[in-house]
């Protein structure tokens, strides 16, 4: 048994089909990445996961449970942090964790917990003043106080600077040293890379693609191709002169390899023609470049991804 079985998993909120379909499991140990634009589904399918949502048609079973009907048995074994968590203002991390404990009926020590999280600094300061760095910490350390060996978090960076981000990532990265599985959702396509061993990119309610980013890009992606910075004369002599398939643009030329050997003949073919040329490198498709190509939203500067019409809602006011 994999602690997350998900089959052809359905909810529709009216007409709009927030998730339509959906299928996959996640390893012991592993952390697998959710990634979407706004309104994908993201937080609908693991909330659904959590027990917190009702499905409407399929299957999931979460650490063996059915999430809906066994949730009071699931949610002593899962730790959650969800979207924009917040906590009461006047209380500090080691008071929060302290409560949770009370809560769970457990016995811990709230200064190895802080420690694990990297909050130990931060400890006694009330939720109100910590920065947005430190609230998601403290979401974390609140979500391992049950010790449980499933995670789900969601969008546990956003909104972060980018040394706050990276902290968060230590601690994850810690954890799943430790051996826990984390289901983890995000915009930052840099972070389900970094993070993630398989990654699952949805939009509009159904998995687009997924697997490694390698498995991604490979099947999604165009493969290696050979870039000559040269003229188009270059580019029609390459052409004339090989088997090779030459393309032209803004004074690169871009040949795609079957196999590598055909770099040999194409740079051949451009020494031959006693013609100038450039730089030369080879490349394939980013996550980036497959993502924008299967995905309908928009990318920012910053990478992130902005969804548009019907599926922007209060998720992008929050993020202005
Ligand atoms: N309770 C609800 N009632 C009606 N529609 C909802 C409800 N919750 C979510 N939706 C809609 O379902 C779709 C999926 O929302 P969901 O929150 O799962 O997306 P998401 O991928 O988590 O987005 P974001 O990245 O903005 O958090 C969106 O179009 C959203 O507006
Ligand atoms: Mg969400």
New binding site residues.
């Given amino acids: 048994m994999k602690p997350v079985e998900v089959n052809s998993l359905r909810k529709s ?2 007409n ?1 089909k ?2 339509d379909g959906i299928s996959f499991t996640v390893n012991e140990g592993e952390v697998f990445g ?1 990634l ?10 693991i ?1 659904i996961l959590e027990g917190l ?1 009702k499905k409407d048609e399929g299957t999931a079973k979460v650490l063996g449970f059915d999430p809906w009907q066994k949730g009071y048995e699931l949610h002593r074994k899962i730790g959650v942090i969800p ?1 924009d968590f917040t906590f009461f203002e006047k209380q500090t991390p080691r008071e929060g964790i302290k409560y949770y404990a009370d809560l769970f009926n457990v016995k811990i020590d709230p200064d190895e917990i802080l420690k694990e999280v990297l909050l130990e600094d931060s400890a006694k300061n009330l939720f109100e003043n910590l920065s947005g760095g430190q609230k998601q910490k403290m979401g974390l350390a609140l979500s391992l106080v049950n010790s449980p060996d499933l995670l789900f978090l ?2 546990p960076t956003t909104g972060l600077d980018p040394n706050a981000r990276r902290a968060i990532w230590e601690v994850i990265r810690g954890l799943k040293a430790k051996g826990k599985t984390i289901i983890l ?1 995000t ?1 930052y396509l840099d972070e389900a890379q970094q993070l993630s061993d398989r990654v699952a990119i ?1 939009d509009h ?1 159904r998995i687009v693609a997924m697997g490694t980013s390698d498995e991604i890009i490979e099947k999604h992606g165009s493969g290696e191709r050979l870039q000559i910075h040269g003229s188009e004369k270059l580019a029609d002599y390459i052409r004339a002169n090989t088997e090779l398939k030459v393309e032209y643009s803004n004074g690169v030329i871009s040949i795609p390899l079957k196999q590598k050997i055909d770099a040999l003949a194409a740079l051949a073919a451009a020494e031959q023609s006693k013609m100038d040329w450039g730089e030369i490198q080879t490349r394939r498709d980013s996550l980036d470049d497959v993502f924008v190509r299967l995905v309908s939203g928009t990318m920012d500067e910053h990478g992130e991804i902005t ?1 548009k019409s ?2 922007d ?4 006011q929050r993020r202005q």
Avoid at 36 to 45: C, D, E, S, Y
Wanted: hydrophobic letters at 20%.
């Fill in positions: 909120y009216g709009l927030a998730v959710l979407g634009p706004n309104g994908a589904g993201k937080t609908t399918t909330e949502r979207q969601d969008e959702t915009h949805m309610g969804g019907v599926h809602k209060s998720s992008n």
